[in-house]
């Protein structure tokens, strides 16, 4: 069984660009939720999707967005890219609350 | 705001003795605990879960819940140089929901 897919695994952007992630969850998970990974602040969440809808939200901000198609696959987007977005952003898809399959990861840097 | 607060150690013990992680959470309402044990330059692996107040053992691995004192902690007996990695406390605050909200980890190095 396939595990949860991420791309691009890194990327380099400049203040002021966007970017979108993209994050494949295994077969037949319905839920995915995405994460912001920082030395200084560690795992925090962003938001969830179930069925194309967001369920769950994190403390963000608007910049920070995303979607879910009808096959469960989810994109997140960050508009206005600032340097403290630099990151490593974690996708996790989930069956049962709380267990919670993560992919490897895109890691962001803004220069 | 749904918080989730762990010492961020090092936590060193010798091999073969018991590490404990200790966590406290904010949000009363929460009703399912997990720890996620996650090895440098991987992503996080669900280790344990918990529900109910009191302990749940899994091999070497013992959780701990008191909703009273919202206070959850995980035991490593017989620590192995492998044990070592982040681990890391989270907790299901939601009504609906699968997500979690993190600690930022506990650091813990078992030394041979």
């Known amino acids: 069984k396939a595990g949860v897919t991420q791309t691009p695994r890194y990327l380099i952007k400049t203040r002021g660009q966007q970017v979108t992630l993209s994050c494949s969850p295994i077969s037949g998970h319905r839920s995915v939720s995405w994460y912001q990974q920082t030395p200084g602040q560690g795992l925090q969440f962003l938001f969830e999707y179930f069925s194309e809808t967001q369920r769950n939200k994190g403390n963000f901000p608007g910049r920070f967005s995303g979607r879910q198609f009808s096959n469960s696959r989810s994109e997140m987007n960050v508009s206005t890219l600032e340097l403290g977005d630099s990151a490593l952003y974690l996708c996790?898809?989930?069956?049962?609350?709380?267990?919670?399959?993560f992919g490897e990861g895109s890691r962001l840097t803004v220069l | 705001q749904k918080e989730v607060e762990q010492n961020s150690g090092p936590l060193s013990v010798p091999e073969g003795a018991i590490a404990s992680l200790n966590c406290t959470y904010s949000d009363r309402g929460s009703q399912s605990f997990f720890w996620y044990r996650q090895y440098s330059g991987k992503s996080p692996e669900l280790i344990m879960s918990i529900y109910s107040n009191g302990d749940k053992e899994d091999g070497r691995f013992t959780a701990q819940l008191n909703k009273a004192s919202q206070y959850v902690s995980l035991l490593i007996r017989d620590s192995q140089p492998s044990d070592s990695a982040t681990y890391l406390c989270?907790?299901?605050?939601?009504?609906?929901?699968?997500?979690?909200?993190f600690g930022k980890g506990t650091t813990l190095s078992v030394s041979s």
């Open positions: 996790a898809s989930s069956l049962v609350p709380g267990e919670l399959f």
């Open positions: 989270a907790v299901n605050p939601w009504q609906a929901g699968t997500a979690l909200i």
